[in-house]
């Protein structure tokens, strides 16, 4: 499984942060271990296959938060 790095701009409390992993949990199901953190900007979450950057960037920008950008490791 690759771990899946998103910069995002906007989140400024733990609801922040719960409403991002609960919005990676709905574009990507097979997502494992989501966690966001408003202190780095940024949310982390396991995937088997390749994320479709497009989908998950237009899942943020609909919440209201800035996708910034999206790496794998």
């Given at each position: 499984?690759?771990?899946?790095?998103?910069?995002?701009?906007?989140?400024?409390c733990?609801?922040?942060?719960?409403?991002?992993?609960?919005?990676i949990?709905?574009?990507?199901?097979?997502?494992?271990?989501?966690?966001?953190?408003?202190?780095?900007?940024?949310?982390?979450?396991?995937?088997?296959?390749?994320?479709?950057a497009?989908?998950?960037?237009?899942?943020?920008?609909?919440?209201?938060?800035?996708?910034?950008?999206?790496?794998?490791?």
């Amino acid at each position: 499984m690759k771990k899946i790095t998103v910069k995002i701009d906007g989140m400024m409390c733990g609801m922040c942060e719960a409403h991002i992993c609960d919005t990676i949990r709905r574009a990507l199901p097979d997502a494992k271990k989501v966690k966001a953190s408003r202190k780095r900007g940024e949310a982390t979450f396991r995937l088997g296959g390749e994320v479709d950057a497009g989908l998950l960037k237009k899942a943020i920008d609909d919440t209201g938060y800035t996708f910034v950008s999206a790496s794998a490791e």
